[in-house]
């Protein structure tokens, strides 16, 4: 690690260029729930819940800001500035909260995703071989260290990409009347839309690990909004192809709308194009995995000083058995919304109130060093 | 730790001194170095007795040329009056006059004779006399192109710096020489443009050479595999190439290149993986034709790798996903065979590289029959024998065409080699076992570097400004800047306005 006038940067080597944190913060905001957020956001906001999509995305970018408000402050990551705030056991409680909560991110990407192959491609798949096979994946990624789970993230937002073209087909048979009358729903069921939707997208909270790898990390500031801009565009791509294709009956119906959509897709050389999706989707997936993994790893790195290298295989042997351990389709959802509710309250209550806190105290000390 | 480290350093360097002084104390004679080397039938040495003193001469027979010692040497050395007039007397430039007894050791084995009094043993004299013999300069046959220059490195460091060295007449232009071997004391330069070349790539190659301890080095690909970066990746992390106008610009680029006295190839880096895929004629053609050639190179590589894996995956497990017109040619062609998808494959594809294999090892001329009567014969036999479906037999001989598009020869074995891994994942998994073969390359390339330069580079991390000459090439207007790739000390290579301009007179 280098110092330089107090503020703890990493190695220039082990550093990425600013704009990647687009990529980065848009990687881990797509994944499963791509897949299957419009039954979940319909329910409550039916033809509406385009309004929530964007409702959500603004919310995300002032969280946004206000991480880059904290961090661009301190210029460290989250386990230091707990470290410095509450010293090392109440800031360790607390880094150690946001670990498992990043454990856990990792936990139902990786799940839901073998649901979904069990459901849709492989129903006697055997779920140990799976999960050992990609988190073999994740632990040839994350032991390259940052730069190379940032590529796979690069990666995972640039090759798949062309799978986005794909719903395009079902436009054909669209009806765009489907999202008339618009603002037929009450501020409230729009407002449980927009929580709801928050929860796929709550990912970006990485960027608390990964802030001191970024050079000139007070330029990415607007790369970041830009990633999720893009995330925000693509949710609402989907949804308001799914609004115009389906009804919202029909939607309420299927758990995976945007996989349902992919069954209408003909080509002349290809049919039942959900297959090529599904399998597209680890790439997309796997960015997701690595970085929690990444993060959750680092962050125990710096509490208790273990090898970074050493922390890694113990933390994928526990997602293994995790993943293995959670079985039916009520304990994922259940996970999923725990996760979504541990998630809102760290993001938009935990930090903002940090944020102050951080500013209070470091003037205060400032103060303090002044006087004496 | 690094204290010991440096200790363990500090004592090495003590050790090889003292055995370079036992080296000394055992060749301190001029006697017993003789007896030493007159154990070997080829090594002559005779006295020559003259009026005023008697001279002895030392060489090696195989060694030297023996034009050079009748002509150029026996006529002088009767007006010879001492040894220290050996260089204004004969008409050789490179005489080397010495007392020290290992020197004397190590150019004779050189090819130089050596010529002293027998009456005054202080001072040796050693005239270079030693034979050139090397094939000709001729056409590249691994990397041959229908346009451009058409000569190809040759078994002689020399004439391959000349070959380099006359397309770039600059004093810039350095080229520093090694010794790498304890058994070959193989010649290994390394060639560079100072003030353009990046200082940090030419230390770690010349660090990288100068440690490398091994006993013979052969062939440049030896090199290879001793200096990149990841020993244990398939993937070569240096290009070799047997053009010299391809080293020629790789230095004018930026790189720096390495040959090795003895092999036709030379080495250069830092190189990405598109590199592999670029033929050197792609810069003799229109850039919109050399373009075109090569997305066709790396679909031609995408489809080596992943079509007869899709193709198991498609028949093991996925049937739904082809369509209906299609499903009837399948079925007509599969439904005689007994063996499931994988095997079919496997079976094929190994014949394939059977084949491959037996064409290589054989004779030119042989090799080919064995390609055709294999080819022909063996295909069409076992569709008949209902061993395999004639549809795999096409994707089979097309993917094992489109692996030999690669200019690069080492990285078509590459190609090769890691469609079997896909092969059994498609097996087992089916399309998620191809995709997850897939992430484990992206994965791998990530990770690789090449003298610590990143591999995938444009691709990851991106610079836009690299892509002028990575999947498609623009047009030499738009090149006038070095890649960012080589991190250049000077990053013009011309000026790109001026490029653009034609200086035709207006009508």
């Keep these: 690690m280098r110092k330089c006038g107090g503020v703890i940067l990493e190695e220039k080597q082990k550093q990425i260029s600013p704009f990647l944190v687009f990529f980065l913060v848009h990687s881990v905001q797509v994944g499963v729930g791509v897949l299957g957020f419009q039954r979940i956001i319909m329910k409550s906001a039916g033809n509406d819940a385009w309004i929530a999509v964007i409702a959500a995305g603004i919310s995300i970018n002032v969280a946004i800001m206000i991480m880059y408000l904290l961090l661009n402050k301190q210029q460290k990551d989250l386990i230091d500035i707990h470290k410095d705030l509450f010293g090392k056991w109440i800031g360790g409680f607390f880094s150690l909260i946001w670990i498992i909560y990043w454990l856990v991110i990792g936990l139902v990407v990786l799940r839901s995703y073998i649901e979904i192959v069990q459901v849709w491609v492989f129903p006697l798949i055997n779920i140990m071989m799976f999960s050992i096979i990609i988190l073999g994946l994740v632990y040839y990624n994350v032991t390259g260290g940052f730069r190379v789970v940032a590529g796979i993230s690069f990666l995972g937002v640039v090759i798949p990409f062309y799978i986005f073209l794909s719903f395009l087909f079902p436009i054909e048979y669209a009806n765009f009347r489907n999202l008339l009358p618009v603002w037929n729903h009450s501020v409230k069921e729009l407002s449980i839309a927009t929580k709801d939707m928050m929860l796929g997208l709550l990912g970006f909270s990485t960027l608390l690990m990964y802030y001191p790898y970024i050079k000139h990390p007070k330029k990415s500031q607007k790369w970041a909004h830009f990633g999720n801009l893009l995330t925000i565009g693509i949710y609402l791509f989907i949804l308001i192809i799914t609004i115009a294709f389906f009804s919202e009956k029909q939607v309420s119906k299927q758990i995976w709308a945007t996989l349902s959509m992919w069954?209408?897709?003909?080509?002349?050389?290809?049919?039942?194009?959900?297959?090529?999706?599904?399998?597209?989707?680890?790439?997309?997936?796997?960015?997701?995995?690595?970085?929690?993994?990444?993060a959750a790893s680092k962050g125990i790195q710096k509490m208790f000083h273990f090898h970074l290298n050493k922390v890694i295989p113990v933390i994928l042997i526990l997602l293994l058995f995790a993943t293995v351990a959670i079985q039916g389709r009520e304990t994922i959802d259940k996970l999923n919304q725990y996760l979504a509710i541990a998630g809102l309250g760290l993001v938009f209550i935990y930090l903002p109130i940090l944020t102050i806190l951080s500013f209070f105290f470091t003037k205060k000390r400032k103060g303090n060093t002044g006087n004496g | 730790m690094r204290l010991r480290r440096q200790r363990r350093r500090l004592n090495k360097g003590i050790e090889k001194e003292k055995e370079k002084e036992k080296e000394k104390e055992k060749d301190e004679s001029i006697e017993s170095l003789f007896q030493q080397l007159n154990g070997s039938n080829d090594f002559t040495l005779s006295t020559l007795p003259y009026e005023e003193h008697t001279l002895s001469i030392g060489y090696y027979s195989t060694l030297?040329?023996?034009?050079?010692l009748h002509r150029d040497i026996f006529p002088f050395l009767k007006d010879l009056d001492a040894i220290s007039s050996l260089p204004t007397l004969l008409p050789?430039?490179?005489?080397?006059?010495?007392?020290?007894?290992?020197?004397?050791?190590?150019?004779?084995?050189?090819?130089?004779?050596?010529?002293?009094?027998?009456?005054?043993?202080?001072?040796?004299?050693?005239?270079?006399?030693?034979?050139?013999?090397?094939?000709?300069?001729?056409?590249p046959e691994v990397e041959f192109s229908v346009v451009g220059p058409k000569e190809s490195f040759v078994e002689s460091l020399d004439t391959n710096i000349n070959l380099v060295r006359k397309r770039l007449p600059i004093p810039e232009f350095v080229s520093k020489e090694l010794i790498i071997g304890k058994l070959s004391k193989t010649r290994v330069s390394v060639l560079y443009i100072q003030g353009v070349a990046n200082e940090e790539n030419i230390h770690t190659v010349i660090q990288r050479l100068t440690d490398l301890d091994f006993d013979q080095i052969t062939d440049s690909s030896m090199i290879t595999q001793l200096i990149q970066d990841n020993q244990n990746s398939p993937f070569p992390q240096l290009i070799d190439t047997e053009r010299p106008d391809r080293i020629a610009t790789a230095v004018a680029e930026g790189k720096i290149a390495i040959l090795v006295d003895g092999a036709p190839h030379g080495l250069i880096g830092p190189t990405t993986i598109f590199e592999f895929f670029s033929a050197f004629e792609d810069y003799y053609l229109n850039w919109l034709v050399a373009s075109f050639f090569r997305l066709v190179r790396f679909f031609a590589v995408?489809?080596?790798?992943?079509?007869?894996?899709?193709?198991?995956?498609?028949?093991?497990?996925?049937?739904?996903?082809?369509?209906?017109?299609?499903?009837?040619?399948?079925?007509?062609?599969?439904?005689?065979?007994?063996?499931?998808?994988?095997?079919?494959?496997?079976?094929?594809?190994?014949?394939?590289?059977?084949?491959?294999?037996?064409?290589?090892?054989?004779?030119?001329?042989?090799?080919?029959?064995?390609g055709i009567v294999g080819g022909i014969v063996i295909g069409t036999a076992s569709v008949e024998a209902g061993l395999t479906s004639n549809v795999l037999l096409i994707i089979v001989a097309l993917a094992a065409l489109a692996s030999f598009t690669t200019p690069v020869y080492q990285m078509g074995n590459t190609i090769r080699l890691i469609r079997f891994p896909f092969l059994l994942m498609a097996h087992y998994m089916g399309f998620i076992g191809v995709a997850i073969s897939f992430c484990y390359l992206l994965i791998h390339l990530l990770k690789l570097t090449s003298l610590g330069r990143p591999f995938l580079e444009p691709f990851y991390p991106p610079r836009v400004q690299d892509f002028k000459d990575a999947l498609i090439r623009l047009p030499y207007s738009l090149q006038s800047k070095r890649p960012i790739q080589e991190q250049t000390e000077d990053t013009m290579r011309f000026n790109g306005d001026k490029a653009k301009k034609k200086a035709d007179p207006k009508k």
Excluded at chain 1, 271 to 282: A, C, K, L, M, V
Excluded at chain 2, 304 to 319: D, E, K, R, W
Aim: hydrophobic share 50%; aromatic share 8%; with cysteine.
């Design chain 2, 64 to 68: 030297i040329d023996s034009e050079i």
């Design chain 1, 263 to 294: 069954k209408i897709v003909e080509l002349p050389f290809i049919e039942r194009i959900e297959y090529i999706g599904i399998t597209s989707w680890i790439l997309i997936i796997l960015p997701n995995i690595c970085l929690s993994v990444w």
């Design chain 2, 302 to 370: 995408l489809f080596s790798i992943l079509a007869t894996p899709i193709y198991v995956a498609v028949l093991t497990y996925h049937y739904e996903l082809i369509p209906k017109d299609m499903v009837a040619t399948l079925v007509t062609s599969r439904s005689a065979i007994p063996l499931p998808p994988i095997l079919e494959a496997l079976v094929l594809e190994l014949a394939i590289e059977l084949l491959r294999e037996a064409g290589a090892r054989l004779p030119t001329k042989v090799g080919q029959t064995i």
């Design chain 2, 92 to 139: 050789i430039e490179e005489i080397i006059l010495t007392t020290d007894i290992s020197v004397v050791r190590d150019n004779l084995l050189k090819g130089y004779t050596l010529i002293f009094d027998v009456n005054n043993l202080n001072l040796f004299g050693l005239v270079k006399s030693d034979v050139d013999k090397t094939r000709q300069v001729s056409l």
